[in-house]
């Protein structure tokens, strides 16, 4: 199965995971608020002093600035499955007060996600795949899905707090994780001085160099779960010419190789292409 990130600007994103392996995934940030439906195996997550698991069938909804430490678990035999849906906050805003009895702060798992639900879903999924859907539909297709999650669950995500530091230089770098960038040319783009972006994001227990990694890392992450890319593509779109290097960082932030995500179980033409690109 031929695996893509979906994502349709100002609207939201999509994105079908497989894994092979269990490996547990340290401090994995949500930068959106999120809904991950499990289709194959289960999910373990951490955050804080909570522990919640997602067995197959259910769902778990993220409120956006989050981090979570999280395991996928295959089945006995098989491959861990799962989709998500990621909504801008524009697309959020309309039900984050209006609907819903409960406002999810952190994360809450949806145990028998109704019919109408997964319907909505992939009603949302194929929205955003289809570049031919005007987008005020693709909008009303993920809004749909936040109805649901509302009249069926009882539940809504709350409305998005104003942007700590760290998340609005989370957001520039994830736009464009492959450029160079330095704090000057952040700082300017956020109308400060460099010291003073310093100061701002360790007041916030964050370095500007530990924060470009985590982001480019992190957005990695979701590239080998969610694509068919081999990884010195992936290493590229990181910012990173040396896949090499790509791969020190990476085990670095997340204790395991990249390769390690997508398990030995890989497509035959996309194994010997990548050991075409190392022997180059």
Known sequence: MERTITTRPGIGASARILQYGGLEMARVPIDMAMLILVTAGSKL????????????????????????????????????????????????????????????????????????????????????????????????????VLLCLAVHGGVRFKPEAPATLTQRVRALIKASPADDWRGPDLAAQLAMSEATLRRKLAAEGMSLSDLLVDVRMSLALIQLQSTDHPVSQIALDSGYESQSRFAIRFRKRFGFAPSEVRGHQRNPAQHQQENTLRQA
């Open 45 to 144: 997550m951490r955050w804080g002093n909570e522990e919640r698991l997602i067995a197959q069938g259910q769902a778990i909804m993220i409120a956006p600035g989050q981090t979570f430490d999280v395991t996928n678990r295959r089945p006995h035999e098989g491959v861990y499955e799962s989709v998500w849906l990621a909504w801008e906050p524009a697309v959020v805003t309309p039900y984050a007060a209006a609907m819903g009895e409960v406002a999810v702060a952190d994360a809450c798992v949806i145990a028998c996600p109704d019919p109408a639900l997964l319907q909505s879903i992939e009603h949302a999924r194929s929205a955003l795949a289809d570049d031919a859907m005007p987008a005020a539909i693709a909008t009303h297709r993920m809004q749909e």
